[in-house]
């Protein structure tokens, strides 16, 4: 892998990355640092993963050519199914990772950070597999709008921690994790949910879901022209592009919730608005006041309602390697609810920002586009019929 595109030795990729992290982690981190690399490579840890994604997550899932919504747009258009995995999106695949990894190094105790609950829930689902305690640090105001999630993780017996500080959403429940982490450090492994956080996160989640694009390549016999996929922290992104990065006619396109546009305040495009800084202990391109203060972000998809973005993409987007775009909330549901009609597909409204890109972009006949449909809608279903 061309070493410009991949996380170097100390943790960069180019300016984006690093750990910045207060000393009292520092233990934790270094033992991350020095050990991810071994154990994720180990034939054991391949071998008990791939048995898993096979038997539990249902991998591979299926690219699946969908035939009308080809003639629609008139180029081939295939979907990368991670809707259909277990718990419902991608986020399994990098859960259940992290999973054997806390098994390695004897950890007993897993905590975890959510937003729209998809990442609480693929968590709270690798623990009760693994008979582990879980708990999942998750804003009030979260909370309240993420019910049917909530109720999943609990389901699972995961004990959810609700978090009042700040703007209750996601931000603060990962300031809370790290805290939490901070205070426990000996038996308790933090499985972040996203290619964010300090180094080694953004490129132990990112080989984790790179699993996405190797399926991709075995299926398509050919290079897809295009791969697209919506961006909230990343990692669906990564995982769709990772075996494609050296692959230079290969056009990767990267989907920010513009939100209600980017001209307004309500939004979450980090690429488009944001700039340099430090967030959850990485450096990379957030959005932020002039002194520094995270703006607070918004989508009508809370998977995407993030203020900042993975440091491997804040770097692809620098050298110019993928294309970062944006589309709103409206044409989002336009794409969620022409795709459920075209296709008898109904996917999650993250998902959704990638589909919509179809109605942005240039389509020549000899295209072969391949969409990574991130998660399954049933989770939005209110949101959806909402807004029929
Ligand atoms: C969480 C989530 C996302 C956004 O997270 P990434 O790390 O950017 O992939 C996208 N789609 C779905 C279905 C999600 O659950």
Redesign the pocket.
């Given at each position: 892998m061309k070493q410009t595109y991949q996380v170097n030795k100390d943790g960069f990729y180019g300016e984006y990355g690093g750990a910045f992290i207060p000393e009292m982690l520092y233990p934790n981190i270094k033992e991350l640092q020095e050990s991810y690399e071994t154990i994720i490579e180990s034939q054991e840890f391949q071998k008990e993963l791939k048995q898993l994604l096979q038997d539990y997550v249902g991998r591979p899932t299926p690219l699946y050519f969908a035939k009308r919504l080809s003639a629609h747009y008139g180029a081939a258009i295939y979907l990368k199914r991670e809707d259909l995995c277990h718990t419902g999106?991608?986020?399994i695949n990098n859960a259940l990772g992290q999973i054997l990894l806390a098994k390695k190094l004897n950890k007993t105790r897993i905590i975890a950070e959510t937003g729209?609950g998809?990442?609480g829930v693929a968590t709270a689902t690798a623990c009760a597999l693994m008979g582990l305690k879980c708990f999942v640090y998750m804003g009030a105001k979260d909370i309240k709008r993420q019910a049917p999630n909530v109720a999943r993780m609990k389901m699972l017996g995961a004990e959810i921690i609700p978090v009042n500080s700040g703007s209750k959403t996601l931000k603060d429940a990962t300031n809370e994790a790290i805290r939490d982490w901070i205070n426990n450090a000996t038996d308790t492994h933090y499985i972040i949910g996203?290619?964010v956080g300090p180094h080694p996160y953004p490129d132990m989640v990112a080989r984790l879901q790179s699993v996405i694009s190797e399926e991709i390549k075995k299926q398509l016999n050919q290079n897809p022209t295009h791969i697209i996929a919506?961006?909230?922290?990343?990692?669906?992104?990564i995982g769709a592009f990772y075996h494609y990065l050296n692959e230079e006619n290969v056009q990767l396109i990267g989907v920010e919730a513009a939100g209600k546009g980017v001209d307004t305040q309500a939004t979450a495009a980090t690429l488009a608005l944001g700039n340099q800084g430090v967030l959850h202990a990485c450096m990379t391109t957030l959005l932020q006041t002039a002194d520094g203060q995270v703006i607070e972000p918004y989508s009508i998809s809370a998977?995407?309602d993030y203020p900042g973005i993975g440091p491997q993409h804040a770097h692809l987007h620098k050298i110019q390697r993928v294309n970062y775009d944006n589309v709103t909330d409206k044409e989002a549901l336009e794409a969620a609810h022409f795709l459920s009609k075209t296709e008898g597909i109904i996917p999650?409204l993250?998902?959704a920002h990638a589909l919509a890109y179809l109605n942005k972009m240039e389509i020549k006949p000899s295209d072969r586009i391949v969409i990574n449909l991130?998660?399954r809608g049933d989770k939005d279903l209110e949101t959806l019929t909402k807004n029929m």
């Open positions: 999106a991608h986020k729209a998809q990442h996203s290619v919506c961006i909230g922290g990343g990692s669906n992104a998977g995407l999650a993250e998902s991130s998660g």
